[in-house]
């Protein structure tokens, strides 16, 4: 589950991280009046649950009410990486001498959390890890000691933060930590970090995204989830039980088995295409499943073509087979698909597919190759 950042921005103002003053707004004329509460200059942003606003022309700095208003105008309805813009939050403008990334996730190969910190902020922290890794200095706080107030020091020693400001980066980043293990997070981050012109510190972006299997134990933050139209299919998926991640590519991906699917993803991109989700049926999965997976793969407009990849164990490939026929029957799919069905009853679930309107292929790769061509 993902905050909007004037939400995630109040959870680490209760926690003492020091945040800009800002409101939120869903219309031109809140944003006018929002600027003019606040104290001009201020910064409009897109409130969406995707990073990249900036670059994207969610965020713009206003010099009066009337920018505030036009700003909010042309921000509101914009597409952002595929999310509709529908509320903004307009704070007032910082005096930024230098920004930093600071940012608490979990190291699964260290089975542990990690704070990373780095005096390069306000870009991609995936850019920088790639290209400059040794520019993010790293910390594995023990879960069951905390993020202790030495190892918070180290890091910023390490990270080459100003002298001036290695103390307050420590108290934050020790405070963000406290955020990230008392919300059940998955990723709690901020970027930038600014230091002022006065040498002060202050949030400049917040991003809190928290694990739905722990929802249970955070009822406040739990009633700020949104399901937006982009949401709908992935929320639809998981009340069903599997499932389903979309992606950016054209090729629809069903299989049952996460191994499988990332398997079978990895098959187009390898045959020069590119997934456009990630939706695992599990086991034993039923024809009315089957059909409500394909349903949701082909309700994404992006779309070109279906690869049904299914390997029967505890799946049955007639029953697999019933699924896609009931979702022909009821509906032409709109995109050719694609189908390798192999184990258990597969013989079955291709004979009853025999004369149907899609494509078998023997083999993964071949299947994915089909689907790509396709898909062009």
Known sequence: MKLHEFQAKAVLSSAGIPIPDGRPALSPDEAASAAIALGLPVVVKAQVHVGGRGKAGGIKLAKTADEARSHASAILGKDIKGLRVEKLYVERAARIAKE??????????????????????????????????????????????????????????????????????????????????????????????????????????????????????????????????????EERARALGFSYVQLDGDVGIIGNGAGLVMGTLD??????????????????????????????????????????????????????AKGILAVLRDSKPRVPLVIRLSGTEAEAGRKLLEGAPLVSRATMDEAAAEAVRLAK
């Open 100 to 233: 930093l990334y600071l940012g608490v996730t979990l190291d699964r190969d260290r089975r542990r959390p990690v704070v990373m910190l780095s005096t390069v902020g306000g870009m991609e922290i995936e850019e920088v890890a790639a290209s400059d890794p040794e520019k993010i200095a790293r910390g594995w706080p023990n879960p069951l000691l905390g993020f202790l107030p030495f190892e918070a020091r180290a890091l910023c020693v390490d990270a080459d933060v100003p002298a001036a400001q290695r103390a307050g980066v420590a108290e934050i980043a020790m405070k963000l930590y406290r955020v990230y293990a008392g919300t059940d997070a998955m990723l709690a981050e901020i970027n930038p970090l600014f230091i002022q012109e006065d040498g002060s510190l202050l949030a400049g972006d917040a991003k809190l995204e928290l694990d739905d299997n722990a929802l249970y134990r955070q009822a406040d933050l739990a009633k700020l989830k949104e399901v937006g139209k982009d949401e709908e299919a």
């Open 267 to 320: 098959a187009v991109r390898n045959a020069g295409g590119h997934a456009a989700n990630f939706l695992d049926v599990g086991g034993g999965a039923r024809e009315s499943v089957v059909k409500a997976a394909l349903e949701i793969v082909l309700s994404n407009p992006r779309v070109k073509s279906v690869l049904i990849n299914i390997f029967g164990g505890i799946t049955r490939g007639d029953e697999v």
